[in-house]
Nanobody
Framework: QVRLVESGGGLVQAGDSLTLSCTTS????????MAWFRQAPGKEREFVAA????????RLADSVKGRAAISRDNAKNTVFLQMYGLKPDDTAIYYC???????????????????WGQGTQVTVSS
């Protein structure tokens, strides 16, 4: 059974930092690029960050460049999203997703992703 379980969300203040984790099971983690997406209230889900199966080629959305980093631990089947200098606009449900992809490219397109987690809420107060 495929599982992606996000954790690390919560209520923080503007300017704080946060690290989200996504622990996975049920599929070959090293055959998948991993990504984070988010959905703010009343808005469509959007791409945040992605990383190739090897941990190379990290890609960040313009909205978080300079304020976020994506990484993965293949030994623990886990992907991380570190965010710094959080803003109220970062308030959203954050989802991790897995894309079967053996090359070193990553996609920002939701339809490329095969598996999704249930999400973790991040709320940034001003």
């Amino acid at each position: 059974q495929v599982r992606l379980v996000e954790s690390g969300g919560g209520l923080v203040q503007a300017g704080d930092s946060l690290t989200l984790s996504c622990t996975t099971s049920g599929f070959t983690f090293t055959s998948y690029a991993m990504a984070w997406f988010r959905q703010a209230p009343g808005k469509e889900r959007e791409f945040v960050a992605a990383i190739s199966w090897s941990g190379s080629a990290p890609r960040l959305a313009d909205s978080v460049k300079g304020r976020a980093a994506i990484s993965r631990d293949n030994a623990k089947n886990t992907v991380f999203l570190q965010m710094y200098g959080l803003k109220p606009d970062d308030t959203a449900i954050y989802y991790c997703a897995a894309d079967y992809r053996l090359n070193l490219r990553v996609s920002a397109a939701q339809h490329d992703y095969d598996y999704w987690g249930q999400g973790t809420q991040v709320t940034v107060s001003s």
